[in-house]
Nanobody, 122 residues
């Protein structure tokens, strides 16, 4: 069983930065692919970024490449999402999720956090 708790959301002006963190419980954190998803009002939940267990491989959706960076610290059971050059369209609830395998489908991630709101004003 893995429990995930996100933090770091908030409000920022366009062009600003935020750093999201996700703290995970459990002793097998390094065995999971960790990912961030987001859901904007009236839209489906979408993949943002993922990182494999050893941190050696990362994946990003095209709209955030070059602006967002996912990282993890297996010693601290945390995964982070550094978000720079934020845009109005990045406004959404951001969710942390864990899975035994890589996927861009939120439904395949067994463990999910409750989400943290990110609001970008233009």
């Amino acid at each position: 069983q893995v429990q995930l708790v996100e933090s770091g959301g908030g409000s920022v002006q366009a062009g600003g930065s935020l750093r999201l963190s996700c703290a995970a419980s459990g002793r097998t954190f390094s065995s999971y692919v960790m990912a961030w998803f987001r859901q904007a009002p009236g839209k489906e939940r979408e993949f943002v970024a993922a990182i494999r267990g050893n941190g050696g491989t990362t994946y990003y959706t095209d709209s955030v490449k070059g602006r967002f960076t996912i990282s993890r610290d297996n010693a601290k059971n945390t995964v982070s999402l550094q978000m720079n050059s934020l845009k109005f369209e990045d406004t959404a609830v951001y969710y942390c999720a864990a899975s035994v395998g890589y996927s861009r489908d939120y439904r395949t991630y067994v463990y999910r956090g409750q989400g943290t709101q990110v609001t970008v004003s233009s």
